[in-house]
């Protein structure tokens, strides 16, 4: 492989043979990994939704039955309310919190810096972690940890995982408190590019500091935001393990998710057909609206 | 929102503090320090001062203090462990004992392996990609570039159900994989953010370096490990760290991937601690400070590579 190159040939050419061989070889392992542990199981999830599975019985062709059964299925349809609500409020709760953060904590100073990474910490844990210390500090006493900072301010204990009508807030919350810091930091870069003679012109002018930031802070990071912001919706189409890990679904149904449903249909109702189904009708609306998404970016890029 | 009521703009003669505005790029000219941010923070005492103190505590104790609780908590004596503190009760090592007992080692153990192990294939197998992508040229390049970043929309929670199918039975060679670490490190080893980071960053490489290599009659491997790969040193740094954040992150493949709890990563054990009924949550807290340290120990490390990469990813995404 390596005695091929040694030709004095100096530029990256398009020549049959060898050469031509090279980047495939590089990219194999690559390729490999992706077609055995992502293309087939998502070939094969499509494949499984047209059939009623049956383990040492022999798969049954049964058509769009395992679709039009999760699509008219009321605990499905609940879920897709659910989704959404988390999916869309997470993310624009994160970007709020994430540039009241970044707006709070921008600037050189070395305390600052130190401020900062001690805010990103959630990031960079582990969602089992986050869900079980939020579990413990959505505790429905009054001496769990939210519910005295709640006492403080004059409010009754709540018992936010325990009740149908707060569970799904309360996952959101959580949610939020996990990404917003990682906005924070996209929003930091974007307000790092913003050109600090504007800042002391407009001071010049006397515009107020809402005018200010209107004019001058968000322009600059308004970019990146509408990108995080939609990709951020899309992928909370998919949420799983928050859910999973803080209140498995419950209670009584009030935060089941998408996913969360579809586990528990194909891994403790082994209904893989239907579980399959749901996966790819899921997978279709993220694929679309991604694609979608993207190519109006585009288009927004080259105008 | 939070948008403080200091309108600093209205008087502008009292600028008297003027420090180099490190981050106007081009420029060299100074500009007072209240001109660095986009609220204008003051950096001296004042009401401007005090409120961002107030405020900035105010963050940390929601960010922050909470992973203060996560110690105190694993270190109290308190067996029912419903008060959280921020200070723990007796400081008390019983808790990690009785964790150590339920086997929380083991599982830590198996999550050790299956990081490392899988962040040193993901990188290998994404770098390899990348070279390919970036310093080759050859036929179908657009539509292997568009088949790794579909693998980004393939995450294990759609694909869970037929993942675990084939995990037990992977088509052609027919080997079980549950049960095993390869379970869950082989799933994970093309990452399509990964090969699209690397491979930006190896296109930006100056031709004429390898060019002049070429002429030196470095080979293909060489090339790679000594010409582009010590180029690339902060790109990996970027891709490691996401890359461990992102494995550690793992819940969903390591529990479909187990054949029974004893494979468990110590991040899906943390359940079985907590549904366990002759432990307190001292005992979960425990678990939750053992599965957070590795994660500390690589984000205090590599803090830095994160947030360019992070900040990196926004804008070319």
Redo the contacts between chains.
């Keep these: ?6 030709t ?7 020549v049959p043979g060898k050469r ?1 061989v ?3 070889l ?2 194999a ?3 490999l ?2 077609l ?7 070939g ?2 499509v494949w ?1 939704s047209f059939f009623e599975v049956r383990p040492f019985l022999g798969d049954q062709w049964v058509g769009l039955d395992n679709y039009t059964r999760v699509l008219t299925d009321h605990r499905f349809q609940d879920a897709v309310g659910h989704t959404l609500l988390l999916g869309i409020g997470q993310s624009l709760g994160a970007i ?1 919190v994430g ?3 970044a ?7 070395r305390s600052l810096k130190v ?1 900062r ?6 990031v ?6 986050v869900g ?2 939020w ?3 959505y ?1 429905p ?1 009054s ?3 939210v519910n ?1 900072a709640l006492g403080f301010l004059g409010l009754g204990p709540t018992p936010f995982l325990d009740n149908p009508d707060t569970a799904l807030w309360a996952t959101m919350v959580m949610g939020i ?1 996990m990404v ?3 906005n924070m ?2 929003i ?2 974007g ?2 590019g ?4 504007l ?2 012109a ?3 002018d ?5 005018q ?2 209107r004019y ?2 968000l322009p600059a990071i308004r970019p ?1 935001i509408g ?2 912001l939609t ?1 951020a919706a899309i992928r909370g189409l ?1 949420v ?2 928050e859910v ?2 803080l209140t498995g679904g419950g209670p009584a149904g009030s935060t089941e998710v998408w ?1 969360t449903r ?2 528990t249909l ?2 403790t109702r082994n209904d ?1 057909g239907g ?2 189904a749901a ?1 790819v009708v ?2 279709a609306v ?2 679309l609206l ?1 694609v979608t998404v993207n190519y109006f970016r585009k288009r927004g890029d080259v105008r | ?3 403080p009521a ?5 008087t ?1 003669s009292d600028q008297v503090s003027a420090r180099p ?4 790029g081009t ?1 060299a ?1 100074t ?2 320090a209240r ?7 003051h ?1 001296r005492p004042g009401v401007s001062w005090a409120l ?1 103190i107030l ?2 505590a105010i ?2 104790g ?3 203090a ?2 203060l ?2 110690l105190s ?1 694993a270190l109290s004596t308190h067996p029912s ?4 503190s921020f200070l723990p009760h007796d400081s008390t090592l019983l808790n990690f004992r009785v964790a150590g007992e339920r086997g929380i080692w083991d599982y830590f153990t198996n999550s050790l392996v299956i990081a490392g192990g899988g962040l040193l294939l993901q990188l ?3 770098v ?2 990348a ?3 970036a ?5 179908g390049q657009a539509i ?1 570039m568009t ?2 970043m ?2 980004m ?3 294990e ?10 995990l037990g039975h ?2 052609v060679v027919g080997v079980d994989l549950k049960g095993t670490v390869w379970g869950v490190i ?2 994970l ?2 990452w399509g953010f990964s ?1 699209m980071l690397l491979t930006e960053f190896m296109k930006d490489i100056p031709d004429e370096i390898e ?1 002049a290599a ?2 030196d ?7 790679l490990w000594q010409v582009i790969l010590p180029l690339c040193k902060p790109a990996l740094g970027v891709a490691g760290v996401l890359g461990f ?1 992102m494995i ?2 793992q ?2 493949l390591p529990l ?1 991937a187990a054949k029974d709890p004893t494979d468990y990563t110590v ?2 054990a ?2 079985i601690l ?1 549904t366990d009924p002759e432990v307190g ?1 001292g005992v ?2 425990a ?2 400070v053992i ?2 340290v590795p ?2 120990v ?2 205090l490390l590599l ?1 830095r590579s ?2 360019t990469g ?2 990196a990813g ?2 070319k ?1």
Excluded: N
Excluded at chain 1, 117 to 122: D, K, Q, R, S, T
Excluded at chain 2, 81 to 84: C, D, E, Y
Excluded at chain 2, 135 to 139: A, E, G, L, P, T
């Design positions: 492989m390596t005695a091929t190159v040694t004095p040939r100096t530029r990256r050419v398009r031509a090279l980047p495939w590089f990219l392992p690559g390729l990994l992706a055995v542990f992502k293309f087939v199981p998502m094969k999830g499984l709020v540039f009241v953060l707006l709070l904590l921008e600037g050189q100073a401020i990474a001690a805010v990103f910490l959630p960079v844990t582990a969602t089992a972690v079980e210390l579990r413990l500090m505790y006493t001496d769990g940890l005295s408190w917003a810091p990682y930091v996209i930091l870069a307000l790092a913003v050109d600090r003679t800042y002391e407009s001071a010049m006397g515009v107020s500091l809402r200010r930031l001058v802070t990146a990108i995080v990709l998919r799983f393990t999973y890990v996913m579809a586990y194909g891994f893989i579980a399959s996966s899921l997978l993220t694929l991604t | 929102m939070s948008a200091l309108d600093p703009v209205r502008p505005s490190k981050r106007s420029s000219r500009t007072p001109f660095d941010t986009a609220l204008g923070w950096d961002r405020l900035c963050a940390l929601i960010f922050a909470p992973f609780t996560i908590g462990g419903s008060s959280l290998t197998v994404c390899l990609a070279y390919a992508l310093r080759h040229k050859f036929r292997i088949l790794f579909l693998t929309m393939l995450p929670e759609v694909i869970a159900i037929p993942l675990s199918l084939v992977v088509p082989l799933p080893g093309a090969v060019e070429r002429l009659g470095v080979g293909e491997l060489r090339m954040i550690w992150d819940y969903l479909i991040t899906v943390l359940s907590r949550s979960v807290l678990g939750a599965a957070l994660s500390l690589v984000y803090q994160l947030v992070i900040a926004a804008t995404g």
